[in-house]
């Protein structure tokens, strides 16, 4: 799970800016901010609402264009955002909503003007900020449940974490949640929360269609994350460095699994 992908869009709706904070430089019209009211702060929602103002307003007076800007409460997502010819659509973690100028520039340099070198920068400051990132889960969070209609997941995993891990990894896992019926471009199958040691499982695998050699590989591949996290030098993140791939090609039935995602991959965006 990536601190910084590349073109994930900010899909709720907008809410208009009603004022700018004061100071000499002109500002772009059309500004808009978000607030996802991040459950850890202890301020007001109108409070966070002004400092998410005064933020969009930095980063649209930076760019020149407008910024519409949603504040999150993620725990492995910090920023994300979608670059129109227009607008800038941007999710921030709350750590940034009292950034210093320097970190406001490097967003508005990563996100808006795709400047690779700024990542770097930006990787220090979410360092730096760890404590402020919720590291236990939330009452709301769906509960993990390995047992599915056609695989136990904690079988699989215990026999995985046997043959590959000499029960090295230490995790818990589970399915998702089954997402909204809509047409998909693509399909997370698995992923793994380096918070809370937890991984997840796409409902679309709990099938009887779906080959237990590919459920299982799936699985070895999450479990992977927990040896070789992703990395962020040079400002870019890497979420399969070469150690993980290496790794990755001892599965047994590698070929076998890439082919069988390949031929089917239809079926599993439909659900």
């Known amino acids: 799970m990536s601190l910084f992908p590349r073109g994930t869009s900010a899909e709720r709706a907008a809410v208009p800016a009603q004022r700018a904070p004061e100071g000499p430089a002109p500002l772009p019209p059309r500004n808009r901010v978000v607030e996802e009211a991040p459950r850890v ?18 980063l649209s007076a930076n760019l020149g264009m407008p910024v519409r800007l949603a504040v999150t409460d993620n725990r492995s997502t910090m920023v994300s955002f979608r670059r129109g010819s227009q607008v800038l659509q941007l999710r921030l973690h709350h750590m940034f909503l009292d950034a210093p100028e320097s970190v406001v520039r490097a967003v508005a340099d990563y996100a808006g ?14 360092r730096g900020q760890q404590p402020l990132i919720r590291q236990l889960r939330r009452e709301s969070d769906a ?6 209609r056609c695989f136990d997941l904690r079988a ?3 026999g995985v974490n046997e043959a590959y891990f000499q029960n090295g990894i230490q ?4 399915w998702g949640r089954m997402p909204p019926r809509r047409r998909r471009k693509s399909i997370r199958l698995g992923v793994y929360d380096h918070q809370t040691r937890e991984i997840r499982i796409h409902p679309a695998l709990d099938r009887p269609e779906v080959p237990a050699f590919f459920v299982e590989f ?3 591949h999450e479990m992977l994350h927990q040896l070789f996290p992703s990395s962020g030098r040079t400002g870019r993140r890497v979420h399969h460095p070469r150690a993980f791939r290496e790794r990755e090609r001892t599965y047994p039935h590698y070929g076998a699994a890439l082919r069988w995602e390949r031929e089917n991959l239809g079926t599993l965006l439909r659900g």
């Open 41 to 58: 702060l202890t301020t007001t929602r109108e409070e966070l609402w002004t400092r998410a103002e005064s933020l969009a307003w930095r």
């Open 113 to 126: 003007r795709g400047h690779r070198a700024a990542g770097g920068l930006l990787d220090e400051y979410i």
């Open 143 to 148: 509960e993990l449940n390995p047992l599915g």
């Open 156 to 158: 699989l995993y215990n």
């Open 171 to 174: 995790a818990r896992i589970g």
């Open 218 to 220: 799936i699985v070895f």
